[in-house]
């Protein structure tokens, strides 16, 4: 098999039985460019492989021949929590941020807690009910809530229908940062 991006891509366009002309034309890469790709005297440049690879119908990562990753996917197991939740950790282990997915069916409010850290949720899918303090909110799919766990707080299924949250918590109690500070003006 072929080992450096040259070599390739020159594999690439002999399999496709195309000219340098011809990939040319089809690419708008000059062809002085091309050869030079081909024998590893060019380095290759995203703006030169993107063109390539949509011609050739190849990914960037088998153009380049970038080296294979083990399977990125985490799994781990639901677990039922109280009050109707199922709980799915995304963190492997508690560490000053872990991150769950909760699907909550319970429609009753339970008893606020008041526990050390910070909690920021986004509502995937359904309604869900919190109360903070002595004020309650109904969030829809796409909004955020963020809150100080030291508040009393509760949360629940809006309507009793399933809904799914991705729950941020950080014991340290400090708030989560959710867009860029503003650049520095001099």
Do not use: N
């Not at 030079?36 to 703006?47: G, I, S, V």
Request: proline share 6%.
């Amino acid at each position: 098999m072929a080992t450096t991006v040259g070599q390739r891509l020159a594999a690439l366009r002999a399999e496709h039985d195309l000219t340098l002309a011809a990939l040319s034309e089809m690419t708008g890469i000059s062809k002085s460019t091309l050869s030079r790709l081909e024998t590893d005297q060019r380095k290759p440049t995203l703006e030169l492989l993107l063109p390539l690879s949509r011609t050739y119908q190849v990914s960037l990562d088998d153009l380049v021949g970038a080296p294979e990753v083990g399977d990125p996917r985490v799994t781990m197991k639901p677990r039922e929590l109280t009050h109707g939740r199922v709980g799915i950790p995304l963190t492997r282990s508690v560490g000053p941020l872990q991150a769950w997915k909760l699907v909550i069916t319970d429609a009753t409010l339970h008893e606020p807690q008041v526990h050390e850290g910070y909690e920021w949720f986004y509502v995937l899918s359904g309604r869900i009910r919190l109360r903070l303090g002595d004020k309650e909110v109904v969030l829809r799919a796409g909004e955020v809530a963020e809150f100080d766990c030291r508040q009393p707080h509760s949360v629940s299924s809006a309507d009793g229908r399933p809904a799914e949250i991705l729950s941020l918590f950080g014991k340290q109690g400090e708030r989560l940062h959710t867009r860029a500070a503003p650049p520095k003006t001099s």
